[in-house]
């Protein structure tokens, strides 16, 4: 059941929320032990969360998410709710405040039934990287969910919550969504406030929905964005109605196809889709060019692997077992303990991005390489604006090959990187995209992403609902 059916229905009494809280975490019991979603899952809360909507609907006090069972990625943080961000340097960490969407979805009145498993510090493509375990895609167990909003794309797809938060600093709840056939959006980066969100790179960090279908990331989108001082980089600009523009068709639309999303190493079955996908908004009444060129996107992957490890290092300067989290104690000196505790803290991928980032930023290189990756940002942003001008909306594919084997990239950290080549630009720029299913390729799910620019978050939404509407894809389920 969707988000906006299950208000329906809360709405007109058919049903309680403690009624549909109770068949989330049943359907969890259920499926939990295979897809292995959640690194916590909040069932006496949720159950108390229930009933206090049900008290709010009993009032009349209701909004869109009031008494909707939700989960929250475990890098958000959750007053009195354990959260680990998939690592064992949190491992016990309980934050003492709610981050601000946390507290909006509270103050809507939505039901957090738990925290979803992820990617250590969302540092990967697959949630392998979790220091507790990997999450399993529900139309494929042999599969990866994608990541590092993995837990979160798996949850809403097995039916484990109505919808799911993530976070997306490359890629990673487009690329899951995608993976897991669910809509994945990632705002404009400032539309929603990352106060609570630990941090992996804040520059390109940006908190966003997961969820069944393109109305529910709307109204999710309604209740989780807007302006807040709290976040210095929070945007103070207007946050219209976003379910005003779910509209069933695309005449007057200019829709443009950039060429280098689509290198012919893509598998073609994903270019198959893609292009079905392209055709379909043509007979909504979209115009397409695919005469569109943003010559500097080959470079974006080498620039995200610069600025955001660089900022990674920064961030993760601040777990050094003194403060909180994990802290080693049998060292013979405080130094010695500093360096255990990083040692034993930290995953593989972690400790990658550490020391990539430190070489970047060191002395003799920051010019060659920071610097560089900086003005090279730039560029891709210009590239962007330029293309904006002419076209309401980009298409694209959201990743070059359907979900892969659980354990078949995790030893090629450079073929795993590649997993997030078509969504890596997008937050390089800042700009919102979308994600939504387009079809399936030999039983697994494949997306197609929509790019519009900044804070035009209305034309990403006209142009995926339509498309939506249009096809049944959205309508599937994993045979879980």
């Given at each position: 059941m969707t988000a906006h059916e299950a208000g329906r229905l809360l709405r007109e009494r058919e049903v309680t929320s403690r009624q549909l809280t109770?068949?989330?975490?049943?359907?969890?019991?259920?499926?939990?032990?295979r897809v292995k979603a959640y690194v916590s899952v909040t069932e006496d809360i949720a159950l108390r969360q229930a009933d206090a909507a049900d008290a709010r609907i009993a009032r009349g006090e209701v909004a869109p998410l009031t008494g909707v069972p939700v989960c929250v990625k475990d890098v958000i943080c959750t007053k009195g709710i354990r959260t680990t961000c998939g690592s064992r340097m949190l491992e016990n960490f309980v934050p003492p405040y709610d981050a601000f969407v946390t507290r909006r979805l509270l103050d809507a009145g939505a039901v957090i039934v738990g925290?979803?498993?992820?990617?250590?510090?969302?540092?990967?493509?697959?949630?392998e990287n979790s220091a507790f375990f990997p999450t399993h895609n529900p139309w494929d167990l042999e599969r990866v969910p994608g990541g590092s909003s993995g837990g979160s794309a798996a949850a809403a797809a097995a039916g484990e919550c109505s919808v799911a938060l993530g976070s997306d600093t490359g890629g990673s709840i487009r690329q899951p969504g995608a993976f897991c056939g669910v809509v994945g959006l990632k705002p404009t980066y400032g539309r929603v406030s990352r106060f609570g969100l630990v941090a992996f790179a804040s520059?390109?960090?940006?908190?966003?929905?997961?969820?069944?279908?393109?109305?529910?990331?709307?109204?999710?989108?309604?209740?989780?964005?807007?302006?807040?001082a709290c976040d210095s980089t929070s945007a103070n600009v207007e946050m219209p109605?976003?379910?005003?523009?779910?509209?069933?068709?695309?005449?007057?639309?200019?829709?443009?196809i950039p060429r280098e999303y689509l290198p012919d190493e893509m598998d073609a079955s994903v270019r198959q889709s893609f292009e079905e996908a392209v055709t379909v908004m043509q007979s909504l009444g979209a115009t397409v060019d695919r005469d569109v060129s943003l010559p500097t996107t080959p470079y974006a992957l080498a620039v995200y692997y610069i600025i955001a490890p660089s900022e990674a290092m920064a961030n993760l300067a601040r777990y050094d077992g003194v403060k909180y989290g994990f802290?080693?104690?049998?060292?013979?000196?405080m130094w010695d303990n500093m360096e255990r505790t990083r040692q034993y803290g930290f995953g593989d991928e972690v400790k990658r991005r550490i020391m990539l980032g430190t070489f970047a930023l060191s002395a003799g290189y920051y010019d060659a390489y920071y610097l560089k990756a900086q003005k090279v940002r730039t560029l891709i942003r210009r590239e962007f604006d330029a293309a904006f001008a002419k076209y309401d909306a980009l298409v694209t594919p959201v990743t070059p090959t359907p979900a892969f084997r659980i354990g078949e990239k995790v030893d090629d950290p450079y073929a795993m990187y590649l997993s997030?080549?078509?969504?890596?630009?997008?937050n390089i720029a800042g700009i919102p995209?979308?994600?939504?299913?387009?079809?399936?390729s030999d039983g697994l799910p494949v997306g197609v992403q929509v790019l519009a620019k900044p804070f035009d978050e209305g034309s990403l939404f006209r142009v995926a609902y339509a498309y939506e509407q249009a096809t049944a894809w959205h309508n599937a389920h994993p045979p879980l």
């Open positions: 109770e068949a989330v975490l049943a359907r969890i019991r259920e499926v939990e032990g925290k979803a498993n992820m990617d250590e510090f969302a540092m990967g493509s697959s949630t520059s390109l960090d940006q908190i966003g929905p997961l969820t069944r279908d393109v109305e529910d990331a709307a109204i999710t989108l309604n209740c989780i964005g807007g302006y807040d109605d976003f379910t005003h523009f779910l509209q069933r068709d695309l005449r007057g639309m200019r829709i443009g802290s080693y104690q049998e060292g013979e000196s997030d080549i078509f969504t890596l630009p997008v995209g979308i994600s939504v299913p387009a079809g399936f």
